[in-house]
């Protein structure tokens, strides 16, 4: 009987390829659509509160001049201030009309126009407000001899820190939704706050006089 030898064959395993120095360089490399780092609001904040601080510091130490720069057909500097501050919140109010219409939160309702109300109002609005701040911490200083007058202290040095921090936010990209939205809240209701406790009440106690 005859045997057959049957001749086996081992396979040798191959040794691994290594990898090429582009498959090093991508797997270094983050994803593609990986997002990146949130930009911060350390900075804008800081700074805001460095405004808002820095001004009623100012306003406290600074000796009141009580002179203040009139202007015609007005019959004193303090009805030039209520009615500047009138007009800052008028437009105050148009920048949020605007900003809802082109959020689609006024019923659809949001004409092409609404970028540019939104941008000038807003732009008026905060050069309205400048001649009034100079006139309170120039002229009459920080004040807090009742509430009323310590609140509208309070919320004019916070408006303009608010809005340092708003301006200084604008410009970064990638943002959560909410960011801006809050940010432009915040200043209008400071604003807002200051002319319920200055024009408004001025109105409701002396009456509307030029």
């Known amino acids: 009987m005859s045997q057959h030898r049957h001749s086996s064959v081992r396979t040798v395993p191959r040794r691994p390829r290594e990898p090429s120095m582009e498959v090093m360089?991508?797997?270094?490399?983050?994803?593609?659509?990986?997002?990146?780092?949130?930009?911060?609001?350390?900075?804008?904040?800081?700074?805001?509160?460095?405004?808002?601080?820095?001004?009623?510091?100012?306003?406290?130490?600074?000796?009141?001049?009580?002179?203040?720069?009139n202007v015609a057909g007005f019959s004193s500097p303090l009805t030039v201030k209520v009615w500047l501050g009138t007009g800052a919140a008028f437009f105050a109010?148009?920048?949020?009309?605007s900003a809802l219409s082109m959020w689609g939160r006024l019923g659809g309702f949001s004409p092409s126009w609404a970028g540019a109300a939104h941008r000038w109002s807003g732009r008026i609005a905060f050069l309205l407000t400048v001649p009034v701040g100079v006139?309170?911490?120039?002229?009459?200083?920080?004040?807090?001899?009742?509430?009323?007058?310590?609140?509208?202290?309070?919320?004019?040095?916070?408006?303009?820190?608010?809005?340092?921090?708003?301006?200084?936010?604008?410009?970064?990209?990638?943002l959560a939704g909410w960011v801006l939205p809050v940010v432009g809240g915040v200043v209008f209701v400071a604003l807002i706050g200051v002319f319920l406790t200055s024009s408004v009440w001025y109105f409701t106690t002396f009456g509307f006089q030029l």
Do not use: E, W
């Open 25 to 69: 360089r991508d797997l270094d490399d983050p994803p593609p659509n990986t997002p990146g780092p949130r930009p911060s609001l350390v900075v804008p904040l800081l700074v805001g509160a460095g405004v808002a601080v820095a001004l009623g510091v100012y306003g406290r130490t600074h000796t009141p001049t009580g002179i203040a720069v």
């Open 93 to 97: 109010v148009i920048q949020l009309l």
């Open 135 to 174: 006139h309170c911490l120039y002229a009459l200083g920080f004040a807090d001899f009742d509430t009323r007058v310590l609140m509208h202290s309070l919320l004019g040095c916070f408006f303009f820190g608010a809005f340092a921090t708003k301006m200084l936010t604008l410009p970064k990209r990638g």
